[in-house]
């Protein structure tokens, strides 16, 4: 069992883990939180409504038993493009034959295939390639109109109905919510979910356009995994309130060789921006089938946490796969390891958030001068919004961050940033409270001891978000329990 009798990790790094068929039982569900899990990710893309509810509902009802907040994210599917239907079900293509994608809903057949999705031939301009079945077949325009491309295949192989489609070269006039999208973020957002991460973004007015429809019931997450979207990095992460590098579909879109290379460079801008930032997809993948993973992927995984990355993911491995509490143990025990490097924070420390030359400044320079000067056991950050614990976190400290909130909501969604461990405290009016709540949860949660010091960070006045403007240094006593 991973949680000690106080309910908090002896990790900074955080586990998200996907539940599924494998995983959906009350009983599973606890066995993953356990093992490790921080945060449970609920995709969308598969289930029905009351097969979330019920997984919802476990969740919340281990939350309830262990006394600390569990953070839920839902991910949503977004428009998945496909072939229509091709007669007998599958079409052989040859190296250089030639092919028709029309509107026509008619079953394809004589080298002519249905694409009922005319936001992709508004978007195809000769040159740009498709890609058929996760890249299993490539297309290459040779002309196109507004309901047409005349295409020729790259490579032989077979097309098939319903197959999807990528087109890795093109931004495509769409909206990045489908109707399902929004029927199932209703939904969610009834429930109480506390993260939605958002399928094949674009551009950063697709957050803004999620954002809207959220109006702060939930953090967004901006899932990258469309080459497009690294066009507006920046301008993305800056919208988000969290990134997800998604390397299955990024993968497709991409020459394998580039996805390192990019994901090096979307944790690092996330991590620039002070945004939490999740390394998904294949990460202990081997896991589905087998007890143990890849020496590969161990590296894989303690890589992302090198890099300093709030959070790595479990997909298949834990929805549907054979050994899912093994999987999330494994991860537990790399991520562990990991941080037992001193390499890994020196690694870790080579990238720091931007700097803004304000008050947030002052107080994140004075942490670390004062984290060098003193023992510190913990930093806590006293926070409505959440602002406070992750300006804190992505300092990277090296003693933990006990994040106070009066707010359920804050408490859940920050237990997806990286050594965050939040708790709902009640609210401050004056620095007296502030001092006497932090010292004595800091005490009753066994993040220190009496006589050790603590560093309090907080804004000023009190429950304004983004203000923080506050460090204090004070020593844990005989303090009271306060509940």
């Known amino acids: 069992m991973k949680l000690d009798a106080i309910s908090h990790r002896s990790r ?44 919802y509902d476990a969740i919340r009802q281990i939350e309830a038993d262990v006394g600390r907040p569990v953070g839920i994210l839902m991910d949503l599917q977004g428009p998945k493009l496909r072939l229509g239907r091709i ?40 040159g740009h390639d498709l890609l058929i079945d996760d890249g299993k077949v490539r297309l290459r325009v040779i002309a196109c ?20 489609v990528n087109v890795p070269g093109a931004i495509l006039p769409l909206s990045p919510l489908t109707q399902k999208d929004r029927e199932d973020l209703a939904f969610g957002l009834s429930l109480g ?23 702060g019931r939930a953090w967004v997450m901006a899932k990258l995994e469309k080459p497009s979207a690294i066009e507006s990095l920046e301008a993305i992460i800056a919208a988000a309130d969290g990134v997800m590098v998604a390397r299955g579909d990024l993968g497709v879109e991409l020459p394998p060789e580039e996805v390192p290379v990019l994901q090096k460079r979307i944790v690092r801008t996330s991590r620039e921006a002070g945004k939490p930032v999740i390394v998904a997809t294949q990460m202990l993948e081997s896991m589905i089938s087998s007890p143990v993973p890849t020496r590969a992927e161990v590296s894989d995984v303690a890589t992302a946490a090198y890099d300093g990355v709030d959070a790595v993911m479990l997909s298949a491995e834990s929805a549907s796969g054979n050994y899912p509490v093994e999987a999330v143990t494994m991860m537990d025990r790399i991520l562990q390891a990991t941080e037992r490097d001193p390499l890994q924070r020196e690694t870790m ?46 300092e990277r400290p090296r003693a933990p961050i006990l994040a106070l909130t009066p707010v359920r909501a804050t408490a859940r969604r920050l237990s997806l940033v990286w050594g965050v461990h939040a ?12 001092v006497e709540n932090s010292t004595a949860a800091a005490h009753k949660n066994s993040f220190g001891t009496p006589g050790q010091a603590l560093l309090i960070v907080a804004g000023t006045p009190f429950g304004v978000s983004g203000s923080t403007n506050l460090l204090r240094v004070a020593w844990i006593g005989d303090v009271p329990d306060v509940s």
């Open 87 to 126: 007669a007998g079900g599958r079409m052989d293509l040859a190296i250089g034959q030639r092919l028709r994608l029309d509107l026509d809903p008619a079953v394809g057949e004589h080298g002519r295939v249905p694409l009922l999705h005319p936001e992709i031939f508004a978007a195809l301009e000769p």
């Open 423 to 434: 708790i709902q405290a009640p609210d401050v009016e004056n620095i007296e409270q502030l």
């Open 349 to 394: 420390d080579a990238v720091h958030s931007r700097r803004y030359n304000d008050a947030r400044d002052a107080i994140s320079a004075a942490i670390r001068t004062v984290a060098e000067t003193l023992p510190v056991a913990a930093t806590v950050a006293y926070t409505s919004s959440g602002a406070t614990a992750l300006r804190v976190a992505h």
């Open 12 to 55: 900074s790094a955080k586990i998200v883990a996907t539940l599924g068929p494998a995983s959906s039982d009350p009983a599973t569900i606890r066995r993953l939180f356990d093992a490790g899990v921080d945060v449970f990710r609920l995709n969308f893309s598969h289930g029905t409504h009351e097969d979330h509810r019920a997984r």
């Open 193 to 215: 979910i506390d993260w939605i991460a958002l399928s094949f973004v674009q551009r950063p007015e697709d957050i803004a356009e999620l954002k809207q429809l959220v109006g």
């Open 145 to 164: 109109g507004k309901d047409f491309a005349e295409v020729q295949a790259l490579n032989a192989g077979v097309i098939a109905d319903r197959k999807g």
